[in-house]
């Protein structure tokens, strides 16, 4: 790209787009949303003012839900403290905490929070790690299955799958064929668990991080690279 890059500013209802507008020797005119929230704008050189502010106000909407949603895996989340109106992350998406004392321990989702029933003596810390870590089990489980056919020709058995707090890791994987995989992950999107997943089950093939196991990964999930991205950003949060 060897064009000038132009800052601006499109308001759209009580917001304001902030955008990098480059022209280009191209057809069409792009939007792209990128993960930090910044916007760019690539136009042919002959668009007019007009044109350029009519498009914006078309897109500003999804504009709008794209940053949304690559806020939601912002690395600004201040520490927990497990209370009403806080937002914790379940698949990729955050919800509303919502505690309610109750006389029985239950974690629920509904009407997009996550409520915490909970008995005296009992902290919302704990109730909703122990919840998190019974869907991590359920899920994990779920997307193994779901991708394990992926691999039927390359002759690996069915991995035992276990749970475990790992600080600085998502999954390994032992060459007897157990897959471990952080909890920490049911706050992911479904795409990153199973990314994590089938890059355990490429190493069962491939003992390595090699150019094979590249292309065994790229071959069993082409996008992937937009699901590890995605992980990253749920890693700081
Ligand atoms: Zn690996």
Same mark, same amino acid.
């Given at each position: 790209?060897?064009?000038i890059k132009?800052?601006?500013?499109f308001?759209?209802?009580s917001?304001?787009?902030?955008?990098?507008?480059?022209y280009?020797d191209?057809?069409?005119?792009?939007?792209?949303?990128?993960?930090?929230?910044?916007?760019?704008v690539?136009? $042919?050189?002959?668009?007019s003012?007009d044109?350029?502010?009519k498009?914006l106000?078309e897109k500003? $909407?999804?504009?709008?839900k794209?940053q949304?949603e690559f806020?939601?895996?912002?690395?600004?989340?201040p $520490?927990?403290?497990?209370?009403?109106?806080e937002?914790?992350l379940?698949?990729g998406?955050?919800?509303?905490?919502?505690?309610?004392p109750?006389n029985?321990n239950?974690v629920?989702?509904?009407?997009?929070?996550?409520v915490v029933?909970?008995?005296?003596?009992?902290?919302v810390?704990?109730? !909703?790690n122990?919840?998190?870590?019974?869907?991590a089990?359920h899920i994990?489980?779920?997307? !193994?299955i779901n991708v394990?056919?992926?691999?039927?020709h390359y002759?690996?058995n069915?991995?035992?799958?276990?749970?475990?707090?790992?600080?600085?890791?998502?999954?390994?994987?032992? $060459?007897h064929?157990?897959?471990i995989l952080?909890?920490?992950?049911?706050?992911?999107?479904k795409?990153?668990i199973?990314y994590v997943?089938i890059h355990e089950?490429?190493?069962?093939?491939?003992?390595?991080?090699?150019?094979v196991?590249?292309?065994?990964?790229?071959k069993?999930?082409p996008?992937?690279?937009k699901?590890?991205?995605r !992980?990253e950003?749920?890693?700081?949060?």
């Amino acid at each position: 790209m060897s064009d000038i890059k132009i800052e601006r500013v499109f308001p759209f209802g009580s917001r304001e787009i902030n955008y990098e507008l480059y022209y280009q020797d191209r057809k069409t005119l792009g939007i792209k949303v990128y993960p930090d929230c910044k916007v760019r704008v690539t136009a $042919p050189k002959n668009t007019s003012d007009d044109q350029l502010l009519k498009k914006l106000k078309e897109k500003a $909407p999804w504009i709008i839900k794209q940053q949304n949603e690559f806020l939601s895996y912002h690395p600004l989340t201040p $520490p927990r403290q497990y209370v009403n109106g806080e937002t914790h992350l379940y698949l990729g998406r955050r919800y509303k905490l919502k505690v309610e004392p109750s006389n029985n321990n239950e974690v629920k989702l509904y009407g997009g929070r996550l409520v915490v029933f909970k008995k005296d003596n009992y902290t919302v810390e704990s109730l !909703l790690n122990q919840w998190y870590r019974q869907k991590a089990k359920h899920i994990f489980q779920e997307t !193994l299955i779901n991708v394990l056919p992926l691999f039927h020709h390359y002759q690996i058995n069915e991995p035992e799958l276990h749970i475990k707090n790992m600080p600085t890791r998502w999954g390994s994987c032992t $060459p007897h064929g157990k897959v471990i995989l952080n909890p920490e992950l049911i706050k992911a999107p479904k795409g990153s668990i199973e990314y994590v997943i089938i890059h355990e089950l490429c190493h069962l093939v491939h003992h390595n991080h090699t150019k094979v196991f590249y292309a065994l990964q790229e071959k069993m999930m082409p996008d992937w690279k937009k699901w590890k991205e995605r !992980l990253e950003f749920i890693l700081n949060s």
